[in-house]
Every structure is written in C-alpha cells, then in structure tokens.
C-alpha cells in the first residue's frame, strides 16, 4: 500500500519543489585535510548499520500507543479534553500524537538527506566533501526506518509540519555553503537529537521505538559533531556584519522550531478545539519543560562555534534556555554513542539465550 493511503491529509502537490541555490565547488586538493573531521569520516564509516537487519522488525507494536509513552506525557494530559474523553478516545488521540511526532522525525530525516547532499556540493574542502557523503547515506537510512516504523507499526502519516517547511526552505534557499550546515547539523539536527533522546528515554526497554531512536541518535551525534568542526573554523574568521547576519537565522529559527511542537494539526484533525488545546499545550509545565529541554545541544553548540552574540543570548534567555550554555555537550554525544552500543550489546547476549533455550528444549525433544 503506497504511502498517500497512510496520510491524514494527503499533502497538495505530493511532491516539494524547492529552488537551491549556491556554486557546485570542485577542489583539487586530495591531501590529508583536518584530522578532526577525517577522523569522524573514518568513523561514519566503520559505523555503517543495516535498518533491515539491526532492528528487531518482527517485534509488536501496539498501534494505539507504538512508542510505548506513559499518559502523563501526552501533550494534553489532564487537560478538559483529555479528561472528558473515554478509553477508545484516549488510544486515539495517543496513536495520532505519536504519529505526528514521528512523521515530522521522519520529514525532517528527508530533510537531512538533501541537505547533506548539498554539503557534498558546496563545501569547498574535500574533507568535508568526504564525511557529508557518509551522512547522506545514514539520512537514507533514517528515512527508511522512521517511514517503515509509520508505514508497518502505526498505519498513519501526518504531512509536514509548516514550521519545519520554512525552516527547511530557508536553508535550502542560502546560497551561502555554510548555512546548510548551520540550518540542519546545527539547528534542526540538534533539535531532533533532544527530542529523540526524550523518547528513548521514557519507552519501555527492549521496545522497537527504543531501538530505533537510539540507533538513529548513534548517528546524529556524529553529525552534530561534523557541524561543530566545521563552522567553529570558519566562523572564527567572520565579519562582524557576517556573524550578525548568522545570528539572526539561528534566532528565527530557534523560534520556529520552539513553535514546531505544538501540534496544532493533530488536534484539527481529532475535530477538537484547536485554540483551546494550543492554549493548554502553551501553558503546560510539562511542555515547556520538553520545548526548554530541546534547546539542550542547540544552545552549547551555538556558543561554541561563536555565535554568540547580544541578539542570540536575548532569546534563548526569553526561550529560558541560556543557563544551557554550560552543558558539556561533548558528554552528552558521549551518552548516546554508549546508550546505542549497550543497546546493542543487550540484544545480541538476548539473542543468544533464546538460541540455547531453544536448543534445549531440541534437545529434551528428542
């Protein structure tokens, strides 16, 4: 069954045309390059992963509640609307939330896609060339999964987000080389990376959703990582008028991914009060403290690669994000390398058990 049968709105046109522009840039440079950025190119490598076969598909999943998430972290919990309504209501607004959520994970993955390819084409180092190409192949294999995990596990698709189209046009519309960089690796890469590390964390353990968002962050970190290196280099040596002119997209875009979340098209869709839930969702204490928390790699990777400016600080402190200017974001990449590889090691020693009781009770058989 294609994918349009999956929508709750088929989108109109079913597919996105957006101008890109900015030089196709060819070097001629084959030496070593940076050692930072070959070292990470030597690790995309090495840590290349099958969707197919790393993630345990034949897993269920319930449909109503695929990601496993408790109630109180609905968007709506203890709302009037979420008290009202019954039990079969309730599995319905569950299943239409989380689909939306990862279908915006899995648009903004296609996203990640095309911008990486167009790193490939506009970055002038070739060191850089070379990891860009590594990460377009881990964005494909996170559209196949998000996709397949909607399309086979939930059964529903949400259309793109409006927040996240203008963020992705006005990135892909830059024709400066660094602004692909500073929109996806930086910004909507460093959203997702929070948001997917939320989820991990409160679905249950051995749930296929935990596999695949912690899998999935193994490679975002290498990518948030990519974009660090890169433009702390080359902001170093910005104009003023240069660095204001950044500053001001990573301003504008923090404000349209901080309103991203809010979900408008679930409750449109669910025939309830849109205005009314939107209020809710505004002004709930376990919301504003998941939007703040998404801001957790953004804001000390902003920091760090110098764009640091009167006009950023003024927003993440009205955001209430600035004291995350500390965070020891090397720490946290640390965190989700190690939280997918113990994953992992979990799941082949399980694997390895159910081989011997399986062989044993062959064996008490015969």
């Keep these: 069954m294609s994918t349009r049968d999956k929508y709750t709105e088929v989108p109109t046109p079913f597919s996105w045309e957006v101008p890109s522009v900015g030089d196709a840039r060819f ?6 390059g940076r050692a930072r950025l070959l ?36 968007p709506l919990f203890g709302s009037p609307m979420w008290e009202s309504a019954d039990d079969a209501r309730r599995a319905e607004m569950r299943r239409h939330s989380q689909a939306w959520q990862f279908s915006q994970f899995l648009h903004g993955e296609q996203g990640a896609m095309v911008c990486a390819a167009k790193i490939v084409e506009v970055v002038p180092d070739m060191d850089a060339k070379f990891y860009a190409a590594t990460q377009t192949m881990d964005e494909a294999r996170h559209v196949e999964t998000f996709a397949r995990f909607l399309q086979e596990k939930v059964g529903m698709v949400y259309p793109v987000n409006t927040n996240l189209t203008a963020l992705l046009e006005d990135t892909l519309r830059d024709s400066r080389w660094d602004m692909p960089y500073l929109g996806m ?14 989820l991990r964390d409160l679905t249950p353990p051995n749930s296929l959703a935990k596999q695949l968002l912690a899998y999935v962050m193994q490679d975002e970190a290498r990518h948030v990582a990519f974009g660090r290196i890169s433009l702390k280099d080359y902001y170093s040596a910005l104009t003023t008028a240069e660095r204001d002119e950044r500053e001001e997209f990573v301003v504008e875009a923090c404000y349209l991914m901080r309103d991203r979340f809010r979900g408008e098209e679930v409750f449109e869709t669910l025939g309830l009060d849109v205005r009314e839930c939107a209020d809710w969702v505004e002004k709930s204490p376990l919301m504003i403290q998941f939007r703040s928390h998404l801001f957790s790699r953004i804001v000390p990777i902003v920091k760090d690669i110098g764009l640091w400016g009167d006009k950023v600080q003024k927003a993440f402190s009205d955001m209430g994000v600035l004291d995350m200017a500390a965070f020891d974001i090397d720490a946290l990449m640390r965190a989700d390398e190690d939280q997918a590889e113990a994953l992992e090691k979990a799941h082949a020693e399980m694997a390895v058990r159910r081989d011997e009781v399986g062989q044993a009770i062959a064996a008490g058989a015969n």
């Design 185 to 198: 690796q930086v910004l909507i890469e460093g959203l997702a990376l929070a948001a997917f590390g939320v």
């Design 27 to 32: 070097t001629w440079e084959y030496d070593d």
């Design 39 to 74: 070292s990470l190119y030597q690790k995309g490598k090495d840590k290349q992963w099958d969707a197919q076969s790393r993630i345990d598909w034949a897993q269920d999943v319930d449909p109503m509640n695929p990601i496993g998430l408790p109630d109180e972290f609905h």
